[in-house]
């Protein structure tokens, strides 16, 4: 028999630790719901569960739970329940005039991830502790590989020249540039000179009349033999 703590909720010490059948109606009572509640929670908070796992033993410890079966409970305990569950990863929309035991039933219908939003992290930490490796204060947002090899080489050109691993870096990446246009032209059928026409308008003019004319050499009159 599990040890019945102290409360500030009425419960049943005989039937604390123990499953409840929730389809024996006489069975749903407050202080068996009550110890119900208090029990699982305790399993939950020593097993240290969060986000995934939390969500999971809820919609597991209360399947088919109901609205009316939620409502049975002390109000308050409900509200526990709430906040232990969202300030432990559990996403729970929360909307004015919304009843706890509403807001828990709808937990049970939900997807087990979640994608937390900027706004909902900061509406969860702004009422107490947001215990989930959703929180970029408590749990920093780990590098994806491809971030981790760019810190790593720029690491490795610190450590080269410690003096200018910025000026490195841009003189890379300007080389690289210059490879990749230099491997296009190449490839591009374009006639010769048709860079330097498209470039320089008027190239062929300038570059033609800048060029001495040529001339054929004239021919010699035949000399006479001589004697």
């Given amino acids: 028999m599990a040890n019945v703590p102290n409360s500030n909720y009425v419960l049943n010490p005989a039937l604390y630790g123990k499953d ?5 109606s006489e069975i749903l009572t407050k202080p068996n719901i009550n110890g119900y509640i ?8 020593d097993s240290e569960y969060r986000n995934e796992a939390l969500i ?27 906040d232990h569950l969202r300030k432990n990863g559990v996403f729970i929309e929360c909307k004015p005039g919304i009843k706890y035991a509403k807001q828990l039933e709808n937990i049970l219908k939900q997807d087990v991830n979640h994608n937390w939003t900027e706004q909902e992290i900061e509406y969860v930490s702004n009422r107490g502790i947001f215990n989930s490796r959703f929180n970029p204060k408590m749990y920093p947002r780990q590098n994806s590989p491809e971030e981790i090899i760019g810190i790593q ?12 691993p910025e000026k490195l870096i841009k003189e890379r990446e300007f ?3 210059f490879v990749k246009k230099e491997n296009q032209k190449n490839f591009d059928p374009v006639p010769e000179n048709s860079y330097c026409e ?10 033609q009349s800048s060029q001495k004319p040529k001339f054929e050499n004239p021919q010699t009159p035949d000399r006479k033999p001589t004697n």
């Fill in 153 to 164: 080489e720029s690491q490795c050109i610190g450590e080269i020249h410690p003096q200018a």
């Fill in 175 to 177: 080389i690289s540039h």
């Fill in 56 to 82: 999971e033993a809820f919609q597991e410890d209360f399947a088919e739970w109901t609205t009316e079966i939620f409502d049975v409970a002390d109000k308050l305990l409900l509200r526990d329940l709430r």
């Fill in 20 to 24: 409840i059948d929730i389809n024996n």
């Fill in 38 to 45: 208090i029990w699982v929670m305790k399993i939950w908070k």
């Fill in 198 to 207: 498209s470039r320089r308008p008027g190239w062929r003019l300038s570059n």
